[in-house]
């Protein structure tokens, strides 16, 4: 078991030289914001520039699978969907009452590949984010917005319907 620090001892706080490798508050110091690893560092203004717009296409990408997966939810339910039999009285008569989904390797398979993508996905926005860099935020940011713009009217309740 590894002892904890005097100044966290005393104070209930750990020391600010144990975080002095994460910055604390947002920064615009574009070239000095280590993305993923230490080897993907924007040194030049091109490199930054391309940073900046391979997190704004994530972003949107991001919210174009979140809608894509609660569409193919609705889907395959609808595909899927099975009504229970009751017998009343001797006599059977179909009813609208749904029974549980059955498990298939041909929804279930596909729908936890898309979450494991959405969530590394939102993981790695997340990371671009917590580097406290200005830029990379606003990256994220916009991306969102013009992704939701764009997809967000996308609910998955008109699958199959003809307007």
Not at 27 to 33: I, K, V
Not at 136 to 146: D, E, M, N, R, T
């Amino acid at each position: 078991m590894t002892k904890m620090p005097a100044s966290m001892a005393t104070s209930g706080m750990m020391d600010s030289s144990a975080m002095d490798g994460m910055p604390m508050t947002f920064n615009s110091n574009n070239f000095t914001a280590a993305l993923f690893a230490s080897s993907w560092m924007p040194t030049t203004p091109a490199a930054y520039a391309g940073t900046w717009i391979f997190l704004f296409f994530l972003a949107i990408i991001w919210r174009a699978l979140v809608r894509t997966s609660a569409r193919l939810d609705r889907y395959w339910a609808r595909k899927h969907e099975e009504y229970a039999i009751l017998i009343d009285g001797g006599k059977e008569r179909a009813t609208r009452e749904k029974t549980v989904a059955v498990w298939r390797w041909s929804v279930n398979l596909p729908r936890a590949t898309l979450a494991t993508v959405n969530q590394g996905i939102a993981y790695l926005l997340m990371i671009a984010v917590m580097t406290m860099n200005t830029g990379f935020f606003l990256a994220v940011l916009v991306g969102y917005f013009i992704g939701e713009l764009c997809f967000g009217r996308i609910s998955g309740a008109s699958i199959g319907k003809r307007n």
